[in-house]
C-alpha cells in the first residue's frame, strides 16, 4: 500500500520538478495512520541544497488554519462567539458596515469585506495599523452585499481577524498559535517570525539556514531566504514557516483526532465543517474549503505567493491527507492534488 501511495504522489508530482522547474516541493502524505515524506528538487537552486523534509517554507495562506483554530479553541473554551462583533474586540472600527462584521464571518470568509489588498491591480503602498482602521471604517461593500450573506475570500479579514484575537487575549500572535496549537501538538519547527527591514523573516541562523530560496513561476529567484511579504507594515501580518514534518503532525491531528487536549482535538474538528454552501462542488468552512467531488468530499487549504506554493489536503472519509510544499510561485498545487492526487488516493 506505502509503495502503491508513493506512485500516485510521484508520478503527479516528479514532472512539475524537472530540471526545467526552479525549486521543488516538499510532499507527505498520509493514509490510514502511516505517513510517507517524498522530497522533490532543490531548496536553493545555486546551492544545489536538495529539499528535505525539515526544509523551512513559507506556507502563505494555509497559515490562516491556525487563526481559524484559534477561533475554533476560543468558542469551546467560552472565551470568545462566533457572533461577537469584531468591533467588541477593535474598539476603533465604527464605520456603517464593519460595525456590523462578527468573528464568524471573518474567519468564514463570509465578512463581505474585499479591500485593495486582496485583488490585483494590487497597492504600491503597505498600511499601518491606523490607514488599515481608517479603510476598514470607509469601507462600502458593493450593492446587495452584507455580512454573513456571501462568500469572498479575503486576505485583509485574516489580517483583522488576527488582530482581534491578540486583543481578546493581549498576547501576539505567533505566541498566541505557539502555546495553544504548536506546543499541545508538539510542531517545534513552525513560527510566525517578525519581518526585518529587507523584508526578511527575524529568525534563529540554524532555522534559517534551512529555509528556502524562493522563486517565481518563471524561475527567478524572489527576495532572499526567508523572505516575507505583506500589504501591511505593523506586528505578525506576515507569513507563517513551517516544514513537512511539522505540517504533516497537524494534518494528521485533523484527520484522526490523536491529540492529547480534547478541546483543542474538537476545535480542529469543527474548523473542518461548512459553515457556508455557496456553489454544487464548493463549501466555505473555518478557513477550510470543503469540495464535494462526488467520488471523494475533500476538506482543503491552498495557499500561494509569487514565490511559494502550499496545499494541506484531507478526505476525512477515507483518512487520508496530503500536503505539499514548494518554493515556486504560481504553482496552484491544488489543481493536481484536489482533483488527481486525492481522488486517485480514496479509491485505493
Given at each position: 500500500m506505502d509503495a502503491h501511495v508513493r506512485e500516485i504522489v510521484t508520478e503527479n508530482i516528479a514532472p512539475l520538478t524537472t530540471a526545467d522547474h526552479a525549486g521543488g516541493i516538499a510532499a507527505a502524505d498520509y493514509v490510514a495512520g502511516r505517513i510517507q515524506f517524498l522530497n522533490f528538487g532543490f531548496a536553493d537552486e545555486a546551492e544545489r541544497r536538495?529539499?528535505?523534509?525539515?526544509?523551512?517554507?513559507?506556507?502563505?495562506?494555509?497559515r490562516k488554519l491556525f487563526e481559524a483554530t484559534l477561533v475554533s479553541l476560543g468558542v469551546l473554551r467560552g472565551e470568545l462567539r462566533l457572533d461577537d462583533p469584531v468591533n467588541k474586540y477593535v474598539t476603533e472600527l465604527h464605520g456603517d458596515y464593519i460595525r456590523r462584521v462578527t468573528l464568524g464571518q471573518l474567519v468564514t470568509h463570509t465578512s463581505g469585506l474585499l479591500l485593495p489588498t486582496d485583488h490585483p491591480p494590487w497597492p504600491n503602498a503597505s498600511y499601518s495599523l491606523a490607514e488599515f482602521i481608517d479603510m476598514l471604517n470607509a469601507w462600502t461593500p458593493h450593492a446587495g452585499e452584507e455580512p454573513g450573506k456571501q462568500r469572498i475570500y479575503t486576505h485583509a479579514g485574516y489580517v483583522l481577524l488576527q488582530l482581534a484575537l491578540e486583543r481578546r487575549y493581549g498576547i501576539p500572535i505567533g505566541q498566541l498559535v505557539e502555546s495553544r496549537i504548536l506546543t499541545p501538538l508538539g510542531m517545534h519547527s513552525t513560527l510566525i517570525p517578525e519581518r526585518g527591514q529587507d523584508n526578511r523573516a527575524i529568525m534563529p541562523p540554524e532555522l534559517l539556514q534551512r529555509t528556502v530560496q524562493g522563486y517565481s513561476d518563471q524561475g527567478m529567484p524572489i527576495g532572499p531566504p526567508g523572505n516575507q511579504q505583506s500589504y501591511f507594515d505593523f506586528s505578525g501580518t506576515g507569513q507563517m514557516f513551517s516544514t513537512a514534518r511539522d505540517l504533516v503532525t497537524f494534518m494528521a491531528a485533523c484527520i484522526d483526532g490523536n491529540v492529547a487536549d480534547p478541546q483543542l482535538r474538537e476545535a480542529l474538528r469543527v474548523t473542518q465543517r461548512e459553515a457556508f454552501h455557496f456553489d454544487k462542488e464548493f463549501g466555505q468552512a473555518m478557513a477550510w474549503e470543503n469540495v464535494d467531488l462526488g467520488e471523494a468530499v475533500i476538506v482543503d487549504k491552498p495557499g500561494g505567493l509569487n514565490n511559494?506554493?502550499?496545499y494541506v489536503g484531507l478526505?476525512?472519509?477515507?483518512?487520508?491527507?496530503?500536503?505539499?510544499?514548494?518554493?515556486?510561485?504560481?504553482?496552484?498545487p491544488h489543481e493536481i492534488a484536489r482533483y488527481h492526487i486525492l481522488p486517485a488516493l480514496a479509491r485505493q
Open positions: 536538495p529539499i528535505t523534509s525539515d526544509t523551512l517554507f513559507n506556507v502563505a495562506s494555509v511559494a506554493s502550499a478526505v476525512p472519509a477515507k483518512r487520508i491527507g496530503l500536503l505539499l510544499l514548494a518554493n515556486r510561485g504560481e504553482l496552484s
